[in-house]
């Protein structure tokens, strides 16, 4: 049909949605193409979007030497002699089991093989790379030839432009990036998440096919014009589309009885089969819908998780069927050595599914029980002291059970001299258990236009060097790990929007503007809740209450032994 079908199935195509329309792509503006991409400007004409993709490849920043089309058939016969290509074992950090052919011919199939070796030929530093044939089956059926797609994923994978990630090339950015897409499941799918905690074993490892959905699940229609926005966009976008297949996934299969034994299974066949129920359209729509961090805040959330997985000597996919993960919600708490006054072990199960991946990596650890300790605060001062995040559990002599995930060591109150200021981040959120169960976060993740973040204006993104500054990251040597969502990166209408915590030697605070969420006093024996700004909470439990039994939980480091 044009110059750049040799490795296309015209039979498996959709030529319905194919336009013969000689359409011409001008536009250099990003807003103007951003728009354009969104809008399927050129993804009913073959031809167009071929073109579009060369150009759009082309403008990626590279590195200095990055194999070209000449380097391809300089190569080619070299590496892959007169065997045939499917008889050829490719490298380990691609699944050879998940190969999409999408819409190629033989010839096509063929070639993806052929360009996977090259690939790892010229980049040894590749160790993981599940995303790769599926990027490389999509532009080969937008290329004149197996040298020219080469060329092309070559410049996705030599992107040198910091602040412009592309496709994951390790397993530590792979698997932080599913910590990350865990963590904004939490924060974004409230429904889809509690769902996941509830059917599966290791709520992890369902998330960690995030990138099969898209890159190995999704129909080739679907993924192509996924494909069309993250050549604009970038890795966001990923993200976004994920997410809006797993709000469908909950939306179509909510209260229906599993298909199979797997909530991974089950997942994976919806995304293969999403024609049935959702339209290519339908599902960006849905995916543009989602107000989301700025690129700034998940690119420090990744960063984070990157640093947690390290800690943990968790850097590379070990040769094990079963490779280090997070200790699911069942094996971080363990029934037999967890002893709470105030909570059970699967009401602590509960609040481990809400808590950001990378804390979710340790195993609950009691830093102060009234029980023990005492009702005094300055107690509980110096047991909470050098721990971060920790987790408040209150009891009330009414048996109400409340309290909150706090993101930030207790000894920052210090900074404000004797003056009572608060300190933390966005990420700490207030609950209550008892009557019934609620989460309360940060206001601004539900509500974001009620601030604007500096980074906001994503086309205009500052590289990496600069918008991760020493101010963003603390050089702390303990190695702190809560640097997102800090209030100063977003312009709030008002100071109440971020009155996280707050403490002095007279009382305790979670939660200001308007009210508090908790009010403790210096005995830990009386306490008040009420709505407040930050939290837009309802108040947690009875408005003024006596404090029967008070718990700090830290988070113990079980990885390294």
């Given at each position: 049909?044009?110059?750049?079908?040799?490795?296309?199935?015209?039979?498996k195509?959709?030529?319905?949605?194919?336009?013969?329309?000689?359409?011409e792509?001008t536009?250099?503006?990003?807003?103007?193409?951003?728009?354009?991409?969104?809008?399927?400007y050129?993804a009913?004409?073959?031809?167009l979007?071929?073109k579009?993709?060369?150009?759009l490849?082309?403008?990626?920043?590279?590195r200095?030497?990055?194999p070209?089309?000449?380097?391809?058939?300089?190569?080619?016969?070299?590496?892959?002699g007169?065997?045939?290509?499917?008889?050829?074992?490719?490298?380990?950090?691609?699944?050879?089991?998940?190969?999409?052919?999408?819409?190629?011919?033989?010839?096509?199939?063929?070639a993806?093989?052929?360009?996977?070796?090259?690939?790892s030929?010229?980049?040894?530093d590749?160790?993981?790379?599940p995303?790769?044939?599926?990027?490389?089956?999509?532009?080969?059926?937008?290329?004149?030839?197996e040298?020219?797609?080469?060329?092309?994923?070559?410049?996705?994978?030599a992107?040198?432009?910091?602040?412009?990630?592309?496709?994951?090339?390790?397993?530590l950015?792979?698997?932080?990036?599913?910590?990350?897409?865990?963590?904004?499941?939490?924060?974004y799918c409230?429904?889809?998440?509690?769902?996941m905690?509830?059917?599966?074993?290791?709520v992890l490892?369902?998330y960690?096919?995030?990138q099969?959905?898209?890159?190995?699940?999704?129909?080739?229609?679907y993924?192509a014009?996924?494909?069309?926005?993250?050549l604009v966009?970038?890795?966001?976008?990923?993200?976004?589309?994920?997410?809006?297949?797993?709000?469908?996934?909950?939306?179509v299969r909510?209260?229906?009885?599993?298909?199979?034994?797997?909530i991974?299974?089950?997942?994976?066949?919806f995304?293969?089969?999403?024609a049935?129920?959702?339209?290519?359209e339908?599902?960006?729509?849905?995916?543009?819908?989602?107000?989301l961090?700025?690129?700034?805040?998940?690119?420090?959330?990744?960063?984070a998780?990157?640093?947690?997985?390290?800690?943990?000597?968790i850097?590379?996919?070990?040769?094990s069927?079963a490779?280090?993960?997070r200790?699911?919600?069942?094996?971080?708490?363990?029934?037999?050595?967890?002893?709470?006054?105030i909570?059970?072990?699967?009401?602590?199960?509960?609040?481990?599914?809400?808590?950001?991946?990378?804390?979710?990596?340790?195993q609950?650890?009691?830093?102060?029980?009234?029980?023990?300790?005492?009702?005094s605060?300055?107690?509980?001062?110096?047991?909470?002291?050098?721990?971060?995040?920790?987790?408040?559990?209150?009891?009330?002599t009414?048996?109400?059970?409340?309290?909150a995930y706090?993101?930030t060591?207790?000894?920052?109150?210090?900074r404000?001299?004797?003056?009572?200021s608060?300190?933390?981040?966005?990420e700490?959120?207030v609950?209550?258990?008892?009557?019934?169960?609620?989460?309360?976060?940060?206001?601004?993740?539900?509500?974001?236009e009620?601030?604007s973040?500096?980074?906001?204006?994503?086309?205009?993104?500052?590289p990496?060097s600069?918008?991760?500054?020493?101010?963003?990251?603390?050089s702390?040597p303990?190695?702190?790990?809560?640097?997102?969502l800090?209030?100063r990166?977003?312009?709030?209408?008002s100071?109440?929007?971020?009155?996280?915590?707050?403490g002095?030697?007279?009382c305790?605070?979670?939660?200001?503007?308007?009210?508090?969420?908790l009010?403790?006093?210096?005995d830990?024996?009386h306490?008040?809740?009420?709505h407040?700004?930050t939290?837009n909470n309802?108040?947690?439990?009875s408005?003024?209450?006596?404090?029967?039994?008070l718990?700090?939980?830290?988070?113990?480091?079980?990885?390294?032994?």
């Open positions: 049909m044009d110059e750049y079908s040799r490795f296309v199935d015209w039979d195509m959709d030529v319905s949605a194919q336009s013969q329309d000689t359409k792509l536009c250099t503006d990003f807003h103007e193409l951003k728009q354009l991409a969104r809008q399927g050129w009913k004409n073959h031809s979007r071929a579009v993709y060369h150009k490849i082309s403008n990626i920043p590279c200095t030497v990055t070209d089309a000449n380097v391809y058939r300089d190569i080619v016969v070299k590496i892959i007169k065997r045939s290509s499917s008889s050829l074992a490719l490298p380990e950090f691609v699944d050879d089991s998940l190969i999409p052919t999408y819409c190629l011919n033989a010839e096509g199939v063929g993806v093989r052929k360009i996977i070796l090259c690939i030929n010229q980049f040894p590749i160790s993981f790379c995303a790769l044939p599926s990027v490389i089956a999509l532009l080969l059926h937008y290329s004149k030839d040298a020219e797609c080469f060329e092309q994923v070559c410049r996705i994978l992107c040198n432009d910091p602040s412009k990630r592309l496709i994951d090339q390790t397993f950015a792979f698997e932080s990036s599913c910590m990350t897409f865990g963590d904004l499941v939490n924060k409230q429904a889809a998440h509690k769902l905690v509830a059917v599966s074993e290791d490892e369902v960690s096919d995030w099969r959905w898209l890159f190995g699940e999704l129909p080739m229609a993924i014009r996924v494909f069309d926005v993250f966009e970038g890795y966001k976008v990923l993200y976004r589309v994920a997410l809006a297949l797993l709000k469908f996934f909950h939306k909510a209260g229906q009885p599993m298909e199979s034994d797997s991974q299974q089950d997942i994976r066949a995304v293969r089969d999403i049935k129920s959702v339209s290519p339908r599902l960006l729509e849905k995916a543009f819908a989602i107000r961090f700025s690129r700034k805040e998940i690119q420090l959330l990744q960063m998780n990157e640093k947690a997985l390290q800690q943990k000597g850097t590379v996919k070990q040769k069927l490779p280090p993960k200790q699911n919600v069942h094996l971080a708490v363990h029934a037999e050595n967890f002893k709470s006054e909570v059970s072990v699967k009401e602590m199960r509960d609040i481990w599914s809400w808590i950001p991946e990378r804390f979710a990596l340790c609950p650890l009691l830093l102060f029980t009234t029980l023990e300790h005492g009702c605060l300055s107690r509980f001062y110096s047991h909470s002291e050098g721990h971060e995040p920790t987790l408040l559990l209150i009891k009330t009414a048996k109400e059970v409340c309290g706090l993101s060591d207790w000894s920052e109150r210090r404000g001299g004797n003056k009572l608060f300190f933390g981040t966005g700490c959120f609950f209550r258990l008892q009557p019934e169960v609620e989460r309360y976060e940060w206001v601004i993740i539900k509500h974001p009620l601030a973040t500096g980074s906001e204006t994503e086309n205009h993104t500052q990496a600069s918008t991760l500054s020493s101010s963003s990251i603390p702390d303990s190695d702190r790990l809560s640097p997102f800090a209030a990166h977003f312009n709030l209408p100071k109440t929007a971020s009155m996280f915590m707050a002095s030697s007279e305790i605070i979670v939660g200001g503007g308007d009210g508090q969420a009010f403790l006093d210096a830990l024996n306490g008040r809740t009420s407040c700004n939290f309802q108040p947690l439990c408005e003024s209450f006596q404090i029967s039994i718990e700090v939980w830290g988070f113990r480091d079980t990885m390294n032994g």
